[in-house]
């Protein structure tokens, strides 16, 4: 575990063996490919007034819910993200049900793209092939193809505007298209700011440094409460630390007392997520928050979306979320990229 690297960029290859770094920076790259396979999947547009369910995952279902959050009020119908085997008993044949499994062979996807095919719900897949994609060319669902060689959760981008446009599409809400297109060009020069070629003490490195040694609690809220989970299961999984996420204002009632007891029981760090465009009252409870559980943390973080439409706000934030989780790794000299006990879980599983 070291503090005193730099970062850069021959210091993170020495640990991240998958170069999972250039998938992070490639980000903006990605919101344009997803663009354009969404369009080349020649997808009519129609009303669907059970509106939309994404099912899926992991790194495969964050994608519906961070467009939830991008949508903000701009939607017009439920959109409901499905973590599991089942529907939400409420579903119709009205109901749009996008399943989202970046191999193609999660189960609980499987499950319920088989479960709202029985319903008569329609179906649309978004995967790179797998059992997913052979149950949905058997059946006519169509397929939005996502490129292959990523881990499921470096393609945040591919899941995130499949699920806009799907959104679109089925009319739970208005095609954010150009504010996509926007939000790639912005990211592009946030990449240059935050990543390795960035000075050492730039904020995803200072913030990275921070973390080192704590367990970090992220708090969201309204656009950022979806962020608050990229961040906990980024750092989860890349850089194999305990993480959590809450939002506010919910955690001003319980979560708050907890801190009382923190610095007895370890070392415990709080990063809140702030947006310019939160409720007023949520950005002073940030900061009241902030300062009542200070003396129990190991540090505080507050950090705010850059950017003017929602859209390149919410990706600023779930750049800086991958970029510190992969700087944790580097700093705890642990490779980014294997995830042995998912993959373990899912070999025992498949034992039967
Ligand atoms: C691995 C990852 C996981 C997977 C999840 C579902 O990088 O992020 O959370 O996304 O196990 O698998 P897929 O995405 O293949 O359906």
Excluded at 6 to 14: A, F, P, Q
Excluded at 97 to 121: D, F, P, Q, R
Excluded at 185 to 214: F, M, N, Y
């Amino acid at each position: 575990m070291s503090t005193t690297i730099d970062l850069t960029r021959d210091e993170i290859e020495s640990i991240d063996s998958a170069r999972q770094i250039d998938d992070i920076l490639g980000m903006p790259d990605h919101l344009r490919d997803a663009l354009w396979r969404v369009e080349s999947a020649n997808l009519e547009p129609y009303d669907a007034p059970g509106g939309l369910v994404v099912a899926g995952m992991g790194g495969s279902a964050i994608g519906g819910a961070l467009a939830r959050a991008a949508l903000g009020d701009r939607a017009s119908r439920a959109i409901v993200i499905a973590r599991g085997y089942a529907l939400p008993p409420w579903t119709t044949p009205d109901t749009t049900v996008l399943c989202s499994s970046y191999s193609g062979n999660t189960e609980e996807t499987l499950a319920v793209h088989e479960a709202a095919g029985a319903l008569g719900a329609r179906r649309i897949v978004a995967t790179t092939g797998g059992k997913l994609a052979d149950a949905a060319r058997a059946e006519d669902v169509p397929v939005i193809p996502l490129p292959g060689g990523f881990q499921p959760r470096a393609a945040v981008a591919y899941s995130l505007v499949v699920a806009l446009e799907v959104a679109w599409l089925c009319g739970a809400g208005e095609r954010l298209h150009a504010e996509i297109d926007v939000a790639a060009a912005h990211l592009e020069q946030i990449v240059e700011t935050w990543g390795p070629a960035a000075p050492g003490d730039c904020l995803s490195k200072e913030l990275a440094r921070g973390l080192l040694g704590t367990i970090p609690q992220i708090a969201g809220s309204g656009l950022t409460s979806p962020i608050a989970y990229r961040w906990k299961t980024q750092i989860n999984e890349n850089a194999k630390m305990p993480a959590f996420a809450h939002e506010l204002p919910e955690l001003d009632h319980n979560e708050i007392v907890g801190w009382q007891g923190a610095s007895q029981l370890g070392r415990f760090s709080a990063v809140f997520l702030d947006d310019s465009d939160l409720h007023p009252r949520i950005r002073q409870r940030i900061e009241l928050t902030r300062g009542l559980i200070e003396a129990e943390a190991a540090g505080t973080y507050r950090v705010e979306s850059i950017g003017q439409n929602r859209t390149e706000r919410l990706i600023s934030l779930v750049l800086l979320g991958d970029l510190v989780s992969l700087y944790l790794a580097v700093l705890r000299g642990i490779d980014p990229t294997p995830v042995p006990a998912i993959e373990r879980l899912k070999s025992a599983l498949a034992r039967g």
